[in-house]
């Protein structure tokens, strides 16, 4: 694979990045619209968090809704002004295709890790997660996320965001899918 081939999709999401810092988490956070923003719910959960710009400036959040099990939430950031990341449904694409997600991982601003989609869908019985969310859609990967990168996108060749990465499991990726956030994102609304 070209390294080249995916700079300029990474570098037109990374204008949506920020970090999300909330007492001792810190992790990533994607603008989702003109003053929202998307992160893990194991990042920020309740009350204000601290956020810090592509350009290192720092605002005050407010987390207005909060999903533990599928472990996203939506911020309030007013002024926030970054453009909205670009969406796509991970049904849309096949296993294999590549994908690549940015965060910051153990403060490595703005990092990036490519890898390829393995699947999309709940995940098989084995895996360490409970029942009930082990059953929920996840965007499945071989992409490399470290503490930071929670919060962060996982996103198509073309930098069009298909799912907020969350963690590793059994040496995979698991991000929310884009379609859960939406769907969190709306009724936060």
């Known amino acids: ?29 994607l603008a989702w619209g003109w003053d929202l923003v998307v992160t893990s719910a194991h990042v920020a959960h309740a009350g204000e968090v601290d956020i810090v710009l592509p350009g290192g400036e720092c605002r005050r959040g407010i987390v207005r809704a909060c999903d533990r099990a599928r472990d996203v939430a939506v911020l309030s950031v007013p002024g926030l002004g970054l453009p909205a990341a670009r969406r796509r449904a991970p049904s849309a694409l096949r296993p294999g295709e590549v994908i690549f997600a940015i965060g910051h991982p153990f403060g490595v601003q703005r990092a990036l890790s490519a890898g390829i989609l393995h699947a999309v869908g709940p995940l098989p019985e084995g895996y360490p997660l409970p029942a009930p969310q082990r059953l929920l859609p996840w965007v499945q990967a071989d992409v490399r996320l470290a503490p930071g990168n929670s919060g962060g996108p996982l996103a198509d060749a073309e930098g069009c965001v298909i799912g907020l990465s969350t963690m590793i499991v059994n040496g995979l990726a698991l991000a929310v899918p884009s379609t859960a956030v939406e769907h969190l994102v709306r009724a936060a609304a």
């Open 1 to 29: 694979m070209n390294p080249a081939y995916l700079a300029e999709p990474a570098d037109w999401l990374r204008d949506s990045v920020v970090q999300v810092r909330q007492g001792a988490s810190a992790g990533s956070g």
